[in-house]
């Protein structure tokens, strides 16, 4: 008995407050569900219709062979020919966990070195070349 009360009185507090919220609730639902089926629209447009991936994959995928030879969580000098570009932070990304700092100074055990423009391998003191990976992406290592 007192639980058929109890399951009655929560059933109408339950309806009551349900009532009130209704169209406030739904008004933030829908544009939301509307909004989010655009973007996996334009995503999937981007990416399965119109073939273009983000230019991180394109690092990733230039750096792959890299990270294999660069120990986890090592220091790295990184140098570029590119002049005020994003490629630091892209860098980085790619080369995790590998620890990337930006010029020559500190000097660290290596030194990686992203040349798009020049056909030339760069010299740089107290470094010695450890491997090309012949996509404008060079592995130094420190002269002992």
């Not at 999937?44 to 273009?52: A, F, G, H, P």
């Amino acid at each position: 008995m007192l639980k058929e009360k109890i399951k009655l009185y929560l059933e109408i507090r339950i309806n009551k407050y349900f009532s009130a919220v209704r169209w406030p609730v739904l008004l933030i639902v829908i544009p939301a569900l509307l909004i989010g089926t655009y973007t996996l629209l334009n995503i999937l447009s981007e990416v399965v219709i119109e073939k273009r991936r983000s230019q991180m994959a394109a690092y990733e995928k230039r750096f792959a062979s890299i990270q294999k030879d660069l120990p986890a969580y090592a220091y790295v000098n990184y140098v570029t020919d590119q002049k005020d570009s994003p490629d630091f932070i892209r860098v980085r990304y790619a080369l995790i966990p590998a620890l990337i700092v930006q010029g020559l100074s500190p000097n660290k055990e290596y030194l990686v070195a992203h040349y798009l423009n020049s056909t030339n391998i760069p010299q740089f003191e107290g470094y010695t070349l450890k491997k090309n990976y012949k996509n404008g992406v060079m592995l130094f290592q420190r002269n002992r």
